[in-house]
């Protein structure tokens, strides 16, 4: 019962047009604060890894969360408002709708972000083929202490 809960609350969320709506608006506000930066601050061509960190730099991150749990909350107001929170709370309990609910709102809110993201990385890539991946120098430094961040210090170039 608790999966089953969380699967239709996964499916009516990911189904909802609130759900591409917020996926857009996302996308949308990511190109708008970082291609905006990049007109008026352009660095020796950045690439890709530019772009994803001024999305994180533009201090948008928060209201870019607000916009992903909005087809949760927006499911959860129309279970509240329809009745249809009655009917579920005696077969499940509150303590499994509730976690059930959470765990689909973390899981709608990053289908959101995911889905923002490459959208605008496809967009990026698109807009600026010729721009250059990254600065390697800025990269290692950046990733210095993750797991794996040795294999940038080989001196091997993938192409």
């Known amino acids: 019962e608790f999966l089953m809960s969380l699967l239709i609350n996964l499916k009516r969320s990911i189904l909802s047009p609130i759900f591409w709506g917020c996926v857009c608006l996302c996308t949308a506000m990511m190109i708008f604060f970082v291609n905006d930066a990049y007109m008026f601050t352009y660095y020796n061509a950045p690439g890709l890894y530019y772009f994803l960190e001024r999305v994180d730099k ?5 209201l870019l969360m607000m916009i992903a749990v909005f087809p949760s909350v927006m499911l959860f107001y129309e279970d509240w408002t ?3 929170f009655k009917f579920v709370i005696p077969r499940l309990g509150c303590g499994k709708y509730s976690f059930a609910v959470s765990i689909a709102t973390g899981l709608t809110a990053a289908v959101v972000m995911i889905l923002s993201y490459i959208i605008f990385s496809l967009f990026i890539l698109i807009k600026y083929p010729a721009v250059p991946d990254l600065d390697v120098n800025a990269l290692q430094a950046d990733s210095y202490g993750f797991p794996n961040s040795g294999l940038l210090y080989t001196g091997h170039v993938v192409g």
């Not at 533009?58 to 928060?62: E, P, Q, R, V």
């Open 58 to 62: 533009s201090g948008s991150i928060y």
């Open 82 to 84: 329809s009745g249809r």
